[in-house]
T-cell receptor, first 113, second 113 residues
Framework: DQQVKQNSPSLSVQEGRISILNCDYTNSMFDYFLWYKKYPAEGPTFLISISSIKDKNEDGRFTVFLNKSAKHLSLHIVPSQPGDSAVYFCAATSGAGGFKTIFGAGTRLFVKA | NAGVMQNPRHLVRRRGQEARLRCSPMKGHSHVYWYRQLPEEGLKFMVYLQKENIIDESGMPKERFSAEFPKEGPSILRIQQVVRGDSAAYFC???????????FGDGTRLSIL
């Protein structure tokens, strides 16, 4: 069963524009959500997170939005840069970001110069 | 670099042999997680360990796979009698005792001939 779903396998965006990556989840027990970025032949790197008590968290060019009623979160990158081209994984857990974490299948972002 | 260290980076085994994958967590981290990534798929949770204890192994195949995190030394993921379907990238992550985002190693790419 896919508790965390990223329905877009890939996304292409022009440099300088906004990238919006989406993620849906099914488990109401999830209370902490994370985004990871992964380059080829490297491990995932933590990007940004959000607790279920918030609906928005911002860190520089990256903002994560959480809609609990819709069980949906999104990652906004603005402005997008060619170096942002990578695979982005959405992840969810119950228990402050540690412990068992469920990952989505990932969305490959291409930022064109 | 005091990050999560995995070795070897690449491991080739013939069918029926044993594969041993090692992971040294970040300094100060007491929680270790193992994930498997098949080609074009996301990260699948396998097991979560603390020192000398398996906390959650719900993602581990019932046979041939085992994991340990001894009091001294790295965590080991062991696959006995490997088959072609075990070919994948295996990632290890660690987190601090009180939880928080997991930090990943760069993975071990296991190829079965």
């Amino acid at each position: 069963d896919q508790q965390v779903k990223q329905n877009s396998p890939s996304l292409s965006v022009q440099e300088g524009r906004i990238s919006i990556l989406n993620c849906d989840y099914t488990n109401s027990m999830f209370d902490y959500f994370l985004w990871y970025k992964k380059y080829p032949a490297e491990g995932p790197t933590f990007l940004i997170s959000i607790s279920s008590i918030k609906d928005k968290n911002e860190d520089g060019r990256f903002t994560v939005f959480l809609n609990k009623s819709a069980k949906h979160l999104s990652l906004h990158i603005v402005p997008s840069q060619p170096g942002d081209s990578a695979v982005y994984f959405c992840a969810a857990t119950s228990g402050a970001g540690g412990f068992k974490t469920i990952f989505g299948a990932g969305t490959r972002l291409f930022v064109k110069a | 670099n005091a990050g999560v260290m995995q070795n070897p980076r690449h491991l080739v085994r013939r069918r029926g042999q044993e594969a041993r994958l090692r992971c040294s967590p970040m300094k100060g981290h007491s929680h270790v997680y193992w994930y498997r990534q098949l080609p074009e798929e996301g990260l699948k949770f396998m097991v979560y360990l603390q020192k000398e204890n398996i906390i959650d192994e719900s993602g581990m195949p019932k046979e041939r796979f085992s994991a340990e995190f001894p009091k001294e030394g790295p965590s080991i993921l062991r696959i006995q009698q490997v088959v072609r379907g075990d070919s994948a990238a295996y990632f290890c992550a660690s987190s601090p005792p009180k939880g928080g985002p997991q930090h990943f190693g760069d993975g071990t790419r296991l190829s079965i001939l």
